[in-house]
């Protein structure tokens, strides 16, 4: 089993920035990519961003280009996501995920319980 803690949610005015972390254990953190996804109130959980073992590869939601980031430091177990230039919209409950195989959709083998983002107009 690997389990996964999230942190780093809060309430944040539109334009502002927050970072998440993910951090892993229980099995090697390597073996596994890694993804961020998020859900509102009310709507299905979607797909912001992935990353390989490596790291080198990396892929976002059209949603969220040019203002999130995606990366990961092995030698920490962790994963994060930058959010800057925030906007309402971004307002769901953010999960950080770790499969075997990178994909965009919701197939992967361990989920963290989730962090609040609140974006405030």
């Known amino acids: 089993q690997v389990q996964l803690v999230e942190s780093g949610g809060g309430l944040v005015q539109a334009g502002g920035s927050l970072r998440l972390s993910c951090v892993a254990s229980?099995?090697?953190?390597?073996?596994?990519?890694m993804a961020w996804f998020r859900q509102a109130p009310g709507k299905e959980r979607e797909f912001v961003a992935n990353?390989?073992?490596?790291?080198?590869?990396?892929s976002r939601a059209d949603s969220v280009k040019g203002r999130f980031t995606i990366s990961r430091d092995n030698a920490k177990n962790t994963v994060y996501l930058q959010m800057n230039s925030l906007k309402p919209e971004d307002t769901a409950l953010y999960y950080c995920?770790?499969?075997?195989?990178?994909?965009?959709?919701?197939?992967?083998?361990?989920w963290g319980q989730g962090t609040q983002v609140t974006v405030s107009s």
């Open positions: 990353i390989n073992r490596s790291g080198g590869i990396t």
């Open positions: 995920a770790a499969g075997l195989m990178m994909t965009m959709t919701a197939q992967y083998d361990y």
């Open positions: 229980g099995r090697t953190f390597t073996n596994y990519d």
